[in-house]
């Protein structure tokens, strides 16, 4: 994977949309067909035959399977601050980055490659970090719960909001950081929870990314074989799945 994009995954513009109802998405039931509580993204990728394409949010493919990774539309602040005034407008999110080959691109909706990516295009990106709000932590048993973060980045006990329970815990990134979701495990099975220790996301899958898509897309990518990954948002409807 090419070294300037190995630890992105973000994404683009986003609708106020609905999935619509279906029996089954790539093998796996839709039990739930509501219509989402935050905004998803328009163009979501999906995996394919080793190779990944974009899907509009009512699963049909919009841009086909030609690329060794696809990201999602977004702004690229590197782009936006290239010395070459041309170059800005490619990072804006009318664009996405691809790789194909190990060489990274910017490509436009119609999955058009519009620029390659050359480092000394690139200007300097200064972000804010975030400090997450909440830690977990784990107990004698080996069991895992949540609690506030002290001034020293430690478990606050005095301010614990989920006691000791779970195998894992996982607090995942998000843009805001005082209502995060928790990626967890019991009975051996993947879930989500929030703070206050409600379930997101059922405890039946072989495993759930800790990446980005939660924080940029309000989406999460699950598993229920260990291989297939689809996207999942908070109320369990699928939008993409790769097979």
């Not at 790539?26 to 990728?45: H, N």
């Not at 990518?221 to 799945?241: A, L, P």
Request: aromatic share 16%; charged share 25%.
């Amino acid at each position: 994977m090419n070294k300037f994009f190995s630890s992105l995954f973000t994404v683009a513009s986003f609708l106020w949309v609905y999935a619509g109802p279906a029996k089954e998405i790539g093998g796996f039931p839709v039990e739930k067909t509501m219509p989402p509580d935050k905004p998803i993204p328009e163009l979501i990728p999906f995996f394919k035959n080793g190779k990944f394409g974009y899907i509009n949010i009512f699963r049909k493919v919009v841009i086909p399977q030609k690329f060794d990774l696809a990201l999602f539309f977004k702004e690229d602040c590197n782009l936006l601050q290239a010395a070459d005034h041309r170059l800005r407008k490619f990072g804006s999110m009318d664009y996405a980055t691809v790789e194909i080959n190990g060489v990274a691109y910017r490509i436009n909706r119609e999955g058009k490659i519009v620029y390659r990516y050359r480092a000394y295009d690139l200007g300097r990106c200064i972000t804010e970090v975030q400090i997450p709000a909440y830690i977990t932590y784990e107990d004698m048993t080996g069991h895992y719960g949540l609690a506030k973060k002290d001034g020293l980045g430690l478990a606050d006990t005095s301010q614990v909001y989920i006691p000791a329970q779970y195998q894992y815990l996982y607090v995942m990134d998000s843009e805001d950081i005082d209502d995060p979701m928790i990626i967890a495990i019991r009975n051996n099975k993947y879930g989500v929870i929030d703070k206050h220790n409600n379930i997101v996301i059922d405890f039946k899958y072989e495993d759930i990314k800790k990446n980005l898509s939660w924080k940029e897309a309000h989406l999460f990518e699950v598993s229920k074989d260990g291989r297939r990954y689809f996207f999942m948002d908070k109320r369990s409807n699928i939008y993409s799945y790769s097979y």
